[in-house]
């Protein structure tokens, strides 16, 4: 078999993904970064967003990342994720409901209201949502 990548996305409470992947690609804070065999060391701080793998077989998937850690190490992609859930096991609705949550709170901001954590959050439903559509 061709040289393969073995990545695990872990956040504080479940493993969200441990298998072998062709290629990893992510959002980094300072960009986006692509991750085949023989990638050399790498530890990157990763923003909200897409998490993108090509599984063995060959296909194109997606994961959401909130956030969190990527390291590369001896073709081993570990991915700490502060939350992260495969596209298909994204509930669309909670997405949709954590959106308006957020956009109301921005909309109506008083001084107990932490904005950048609005903010956060209105940026975590819309890349759910994103990532949601892109399989459905
Ligand atoms: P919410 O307000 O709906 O909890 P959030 O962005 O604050 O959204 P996180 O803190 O990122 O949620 O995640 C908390 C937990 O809930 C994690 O385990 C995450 O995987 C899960 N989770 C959050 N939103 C969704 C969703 N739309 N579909 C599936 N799981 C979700």
Redesign the pocket.
């Known amino acids: 078999m061709e040289k393969a990548l073995q990545l695990d996305i872990v ?1 504080p ?2 493993v ?1 993904f441990s298998d072998q992947v062709q290629y990893v690609g992510a959002r980094g804070v300072e960009g986006e970064f692509g991750v085949l065999p023989g990638h050399f060391q790498l530890l990157a701080a990763l923003d909200i967003g897409c998490l993108r793998y090509t599984n063995l077989e060959g296909d194109k998937k997606c994961a ?1 990342v ?1 956030g969190g850690f990527a390291e590369v190490l001896d073709d081993k992609v570990t991915i700490l994720a ?4 495969l596209a298909e ?7 949709m ?2 959106r308006e ?2 956009e109301k709170r921005l909309e109506h901001r008083t001084e107990e209201i932490d904005a950048d954590r609005a903010q ?2 209105l940026h ?2 819309i890349t ?1 949502i994103g990532v ?1 559509s892109e399989i459905h």
Do not use: L, M, P
Request: glycine content about 4%.
């Open positions: 956040t409470d479940k969200v959401f909130g502060e939350s992260s859930e096991d994204i509930d669309q609705a909670r997405a409901q954590a949550r957020a956060a959050a975590r439903a759910r949601y």
